[in-house]
């Protein structure tokens, strides 16, 4: 079964610090990896995902995850934190073999203090 | 970046009575569009995966006769959510899966969701 771990339902950090979400997950076959972004009233944008190749992936607006197999990890992570960052934040996984079946961590609401 | 879009955006309905949700890919063809409930503060909740031209696939604890899926094309996916009740008051939000890309490697667009109250 799958199952995604989010640490944290709310951080917080200033403008232009490091933001780090972690997101944890369990898989019995390799997983394919995303993360989404979710702004008040609105659906999921995606961040990046992870599928095959290259263990550190780089998405939109600066944010970057790594892929740790060992760790089984994807934390999401981004140098400077800008205002319009603060957003909840989705992480989620799906069997490389299941046709779009997504399963959803229950998210990280990040707030970005001036 | 492929499109999806929801109608309406928000609705207020009576109890007892049905609410139709539309959910269309813009610009691709989605042979599978989910469709997920979101509580405030928490996460996605999967309600059921629709496929065109077949019956839709529900989640466990999901009453289908409750929520009616249709998918009739490969751009149009709708929820109806019938004799709704005030506990059905919730966001809800389609994805499509871009038929194009296909594979495992397929990647699901949101759709901004329905806001549905219910009094």
């Known amino acids: 079964a799958q199952s995604v771990t989010q640490l944290g339902s709310h951080v917080s950090v200033s403008e232009g610090a490091l933001v780090l979400l972690r997101c944890n997950y369990s898989s019995s076959v390799p997983p394919y990896l995303f993360w989404y972004v979710q702004y008040p009233n609105q659906g999921l944008q995606l961040l990046l995902k992870y599928t095959t190749g290259a263990t550190l992936v780089k998405g939109i607006n600066g944010f970057e995850a790594e892929f740790k197999k060992s760790e089984t990890s994807f934390h999401l992570t981004k140098p400077s934190a800008h205002m319009s960052d603060a957003a909840e934040y989705f992480c989620?996984?799906?069997?490389?073999?299941?046709?779009?079946?997504?399963?959803f961590g229950r998210g990280t609401q990040l707030t970005v203090w001036p | 970046g492929a499109v999806v879009s929801q109608h309406p955006s928000w609705v207020i309905c009576k109890s007892g009575t049905s609410v139709k949700i539309e959910c269309r890919s813009l610009d691709f063809q989605a042979t599978t569009m989910f469709w997920y409930r979101q509580f405030p503060k928490q996460s996605l909740m999967l309600m059921a995966t629709s496929n065109e031209g077949s019956k839709a696939t529900y989640e466990q604890g999901v009453e289908k006769d409750k929520f009616l899926i249709n998918h009739a094309s490969l751009t149009l996916s709708t929820l109806t959510v019938t004799s709704a009740h005030p506990e059905d008051s919730s966001f809800y939000i389609c994805?499509?899966?871009?038929?194009?890309?296909?594979?495992?490697?397929?990647?699901?667009?949101f759709g901004p969701g329905t806001r549905l109250t219910v009094l």
């Open positions: 989620a996984v799906k069997r490389g073999s299941t046709l779009g079946r997504l399963y």
């Open positions: 994805s499509a899966r871009d038929a194009q890309t296909g594979g495992s490697t397929d990647t699901q667009y």
